[in-house]
């Protein structure tokens, strides 16, 4: 069996901003929840069996605690935000296993959710439906990969390592140095892509990079500068693979059986109505 993991913030934000507005009787703003319960319709259509969604039911998490620029619902459309908990309903009424995460972020939820099907032996593949980058810190060989549904790509480990230069274990040591503005922390200044794969290909983690920079594996002069970055924001470049670190050890299911859909509940009806899902 296959088991789809989708990432339902990335769906509802890509849906919010690629649809024309549409209003539920009572006025309130359902397109992107429109939007993402079709898609999701549509991959159970094509043949998906075992599927859940993870949510950010608050932007917000644990990570705000450690870093006090880290991403926040600030600035995010009021109408984007009041479709979060219209989705999940929506989606449980669909029959769709659904994660709401507060405490962690969806991202989270999908890492450990991946993690306790891979260990599996009925599960043929996970595919962990977003193109997040943190996510490639989770793909396994061909067996744990990444499907992008707006491309219509797969990235497996061969595929994680041709796009970052580093293999799934160093995402995290990878986003440490370069930053994600996405989630709001920075990386260390001169750390870019490319030097930073160079480095990592060879040392794997931090902790593995050693102080002599003559070593490493870009030029002397540039080596330099970065080594004298890294001495002075350590303690920097540690709490950002933090950040970045997904957790894993999130309990959400007994069992791959329980993320089988098995239609929909009798509450749908009323849902399909109210979003004019036909």
Known sequence: MDVHLIDGTYELFRHFYALPSA???????????RGV?????????????????????????FRNDLWPGYKTGAG?????????????????????????MVEFEADDALAAAAAAAARD??????????????????????RVVQLNRRSRTLRDEAGVIAKFGVPPASIPDYLALVGDAADGYPGLPGWGAKSTAAVLAKYGHLEGIPNDWRTWSVNAAQAGR??????????????????ATLRTDIPLFESVDDLHWEGPTPAFAAVATRL???
């Open 37 to 61: 319960l079709t898609s999701v319709l549509g991959m159970i259509t094509a043949g998906a069996t075992h599927i859940a969604v993870a949510t950010d039911h608050v932007i917000e998490s």
């Open 226 to 243: 970065l080594a004298d970055t890294l001495a002075r924001q350590r303690e920097h470049a540690f709490l950002f693979r933090t950040l």
């Open 276 to 278: 004019d899902i036909t």
């Open 76 to 100: 995010i459309d009021p109408d984007l935000l009041a479709q979060f908990p219209l989705l999940e309903r929506a989606l449980t009424a669909m029959g769709v296993v659904v994660w709401p």
């Open 121 to 142: 032996a009925r599960v043929d593949r996970v595919m962990i439906c977003t193109p997040d980058k943190d996510l490639a810190q989770c793909v396994r060989g061909t």
């Open 23 to 33: 209003k539920d009787p009572d006025g309130g703003e359902v397109a992107a929840v």
